[in-house]
């Protein structure tokens, strides 16, 4: 599975919009990129994920450059609960992920 | 439809005892994977197992850590002789038989070893 690599922690006011890097470099063309969070060592809450086009639910959006290379996670209206580590997984469909460090996201008041 | 369920959420277990760790899937899954978490590190994968099969154990330590999935039950992680370095929360993650949904993880167990 290919690499990621995401910057170590972020602040963000709460009500503003969370943008969260994530690079990719050596993506492959079947691989998927995940997006998942963990709260306070809870169990993972997954988010999103997105193969090449820009994905939307009602959690985030996910917007994938045209080369694939990098990706961005964004939360519309941060808010206080969104502060936890932010994890960027890219993986093929089915296989196991592999979790990097993450991005420590914290919201402020 | 209930998520991936774990129990118990927290064992204790003295230096020398086994840990039995158990994972329900999600209805429908049958697809298991393990990861352990050690205090203040990211999650690593241990374990990949399908009904009655091991899939992928590459991160599993090779001596006193065991895993199955047998047709009928849980999924069952069991540590042998446990020692304080095995103190970690260890999730468990389920996917649906075609895999193609996106793992969904519980809410863990948090082993402690005194």
């Known amino acids: 599975d290919a690499k990621t690599t995401q910057p170590t922690s972020m602040d963000c006011a709460e009500g503003r919009a969370a943008n969260l890097p994530c690079n990719h470099s050596t993506i492959s063309g079947n691989e998927y990129v995940y997006w998942y969070r963990q709260i306070h060592s809870q169990g993972p809450q997954y988010i999103i994920h997105?193969?090449?086009n820009n994905e939307t639910n009602e959690m985030a959006s996910l917007i994938i450059t045209e080369d694939r290379k990098s990706s961005t996670l964004i939360l519309p209206h941060a808010t206080l609960r969104d502060t936890a580590v932010y994890y960027c997984?890219?993986?093929?469909?089915?296989?196991?992920?592999?979790f990097g460090g993450g991005t420590r996201l914290m919201v402020k008041p | 439809n209930a998520g991936v369920m774990q129990n118990p959420r927290h064992l204790v277990r003295r230096r020398g005892q086994e840990a039995r760790l158990r994972c329900s899937p999600m209805?429908?899954?049958?697809?298991v994977y393990w990861y352990r978490q050690l205090p203040e590190e990211g999650l690593k994968f241990m374990v990949y197992?399908?009904?009655?099969?091991?899939?992928?154990e590459s991160g599993m330590p090779k001596e006193r850590f065991s895993a199955e999935f047998p047709k009928e039950g849980p999924s069952i992680l069991r540590i042998q002789q446990v020692v304080r370095g095995d103190s970690a929360a260890y999730f468990c993650?389920?996917?649906?038989?075609?895999?193609?949904?996106?793992?969904?993880f519980g809410p863990g167990t948090r082993l402690t070893v005194t």
């Open positions: 993650a389920s996917s649906p038989l075609t895999r193609t949904g996106p793992p969904s």
């Open positions: 197992l399908q009904k009655e099969n091991i899939i992928d």
């Open positions: 209805k429908g899954h049958s697809h």
């Open positions: 997984i890219v993986s093929n469909a089915g296989n196991m992920l592999t």
């Open positions: 997105g193969l090449k």
